[in-house]
């Protein structure tokens, strides 16, 4: 009879790993004196760090997806997805823009007074091609 193998693997993913280390804990804790871990180096300190791995991995899930929805909102409040949208951020400041280039014809650079990134002269291959890939207000 060929001998037979086998491997136990320790999980990798962190929610894996927390409940795992959890149904151990809950195991030790119910063998009391009996426990066979109670000669590992430094057990004591086990359950207080997989409360924290605990602790930080739900903060991490929660914190990612209130970043999710922060950027939704940001990026919904700039306009900064497809064509330019009414009372939007990118809406008002081209808005500002084109009446500040009215007010201004032949004086451009006054718009500088305004935080606008004036430039001068003829655009290079380069600023050509980043213009054409801008998208249109």
Request: net charge positive; glycine share 8%; proline share 5%.
């Given at each position: 009879?060929?001998?037979?193998?086998?491997?136990?693997?320790?999980p990798t993913n962190?929610?894996?790993?927390?409940?795992?280390?959890?149904?151990?804990?809950?195991?030790?804790?119910?063998?009391?004196?009996?426990?066979?871990?109670?000669?590992?180096?430094?057990?004591?300190?086990?359950?207080?760090?997989?409360?924290?791995?605990?602790?930080?991995?739900?903060?991490?899930?929660?914190?990612?997806?209130?970043?999710?929805?922060?950027?939704?909102?940001?990026?919904?409040?700039?306009?900064?997805?497809?064509?330019?949208?009414?009372?939007?951020?990118r809406w008002f400041v081209?808005?500002?823009?084109?009446?500040?280039?009215?007010?201004?014809?032949?004086?451009?650079?006054?718009?500088?007074?305004?935080?606008?990134?004036?430039?001068?002269?003829?655009?290079?291959?380069?600023?050509?091609?980043?213009?054409?890939?801008?998208?249109?207000?």
């Amino acid at each position: 009879m060929p001998k037979q193998t086998f491997s136990v693997d320790v999980p990798t993913n962190p929610d894996d790993l927390i409940t795992l280390a959890t149904k151990i804990l809950a195991k030790d804790t119910a063998l009391g004196a009996n426990s066979p871990f109670k000669n590992i180096k430094s057990w004591a300190g086990f359950t207080a760090l997989n409360t924290t791995a605990d602790g930080s991995n739900k903060d991490s899930k929660k914190y990612a997806q209130l970043s999710v929805e922060a950027t939704q909102a940001r990026d919904l409040a700039l306009g900064q997805t497809g064509q330019l949208k009414e009372n939007t951020v990118r809406w008002f400041v081209t808005s500002a823009r084109d009446v500040l280039l009215g007010l201004n014809k032949g004086q451009e650079q006054q718009l500088g007074e305004y935080g606008f990134d004036v430039t001068y002269g003829t655009p290079t291959s380069a600023a050509k091609k980043q213009a054409k890939a801008a998208p249109k207000p």
